[in-house]
Nanobody
Framework: VQLVESGGKLVQAGGSLRLSCAAS????????MGWFRQAPGKEREFVAA????????YYADSVKGRSTISRDNAKNTVYLQIGSLKPDDTAVYYC??????????????????WGQGTQVTVSS
């Protein structure tokens, strides 16, 4: 499956944005989907995950309460909405697909496919 992220941009602190990840190839609904991010000089970290039908969702503590992950299997797209953005949210955001379709994987090795990433920059 091929994954292409979009929606990254420069935003002011306190603002919000919605990232999208469009999938092509194998049937989208056979994957759990996740979002990760990597800030400059830091390791890539888990942000959120959603299982194949949206029935299970998990968020990292760093975004819990101000983020929403969702998916539209008819459009082969997964979304990540983040509000109350902080400078610490500045990172390249990646979406990933996992064959563990019933789960909400939180570790990189649990994912089989990755997108190229989209840059989010939050100014103070």
């Amino acid at each position: 499956v091929q994954l292409v992220e979009s929606g990254g941009k420069l935003v002011q602190a306190g603002g919000s944005l919605r990232l999208s990840c469009a999938a092509s190839g194998r049937t989208f609904s056979t994957y759990a989907m996740g979002w990760f991010r990597q800030a400059p000089g830091k390791e890539r970290e888990f942000v959120a995950a959603i299982n194949w039908n949206g029935g299970s969702i998990y968020y990292a503590d760093s975004v819990k309460g101000r983020s929403t992950i969702s998916r539209d299997n008819a459009k082969n797209t997964v979304y990540l909405q983040i509000g109350s953005l902080k400078p610490d949210d500045t990172a390249v955001y990646y979406c990933a697909a996992s064959l563990r379709l019933w789960e909400v994987p939180q570790r990189e090795y649990e994912y089989n496919y990755w997108g190229q990433g989209t840059q989010v920059t939050v100014s103070s």
